[in-house]
């Protein structure tokens, strides 16, 4: 289990500009293996020109990043000497739309005012907003 700035990493994590501004958090050190088996080392490749190995299991890193994409490349190999490895991308830089909500938590029957807006300054990207009810395709609402 890797968190990268506490968001639960998958295979992509996305992250705003001003975010890369002080260092970056990648969290790992929740990461062990079943009853039996510990971790002998622990190999990282940032993606962004820094490598560090340790023993044991794996520590909480900072690293400083410039707006672009990264594979980020997380290896432990086990006491028995087995190799296990996860490649994550991280991308940095600013959206080129964003769409917020005045309430993320409604109860039934509340009023929920959704505002969508350009992010970019490109005049030549286009937007198309459609708002759908979870499970159709059909939408309830668009705007361009």
């Given at each position: 289990m890797i968190r990268i700035n506490d968001q639960l990493a998958d295979r992509i994590v996305k992250l705003p500009t001003k975010e890369?501004?002080?260092?970056?958090?990648?969290?790992?050190?929740?990461?062990?293996?079943?009853?039996?088996y510990t971790t002998k080392t622990t190999e990282w490749d940032f993606g962004?020109?820094?490598?560090d190995t340790n023993e044991g299991n794996p520590q909480f890193e900072?690293?400083?990043?410039?707006?672009?994409?990264?594979?980020i490349k997380l290896t432990l190999v086990r006491n028995d000497g087995e190799q296990f490895s996860q490649n994550i991308v991280l991308r940095i830089g600013d959206p080129l739309a964003a769409i917020s909500t005045n309430n993320k938590a409604p109860s039934k029957g509340e009023k929920v005012v959704f505002q969508a807006q350009k992010v970019?300054?490109?005049?030549?990207?286009?937007?198309?907003?459609?708002?759908?009810?979870?499970g159709q395709d059909t939408a309830l609402y668009s705007f361009s």
């Open positions: 890369a501004l002080s260092n970056i958090s990648i969290d790992a050190s929740e990461t062990v293996f079943a009853s039996g962004n020109g820094v490598t900072y690293q400083k990043y410039d707006p672009g994409e990264y594979t970019s300054k490109e005049a030549d990207v286009q937007y198309l907003w459609e708002v759908k009810k979870s």
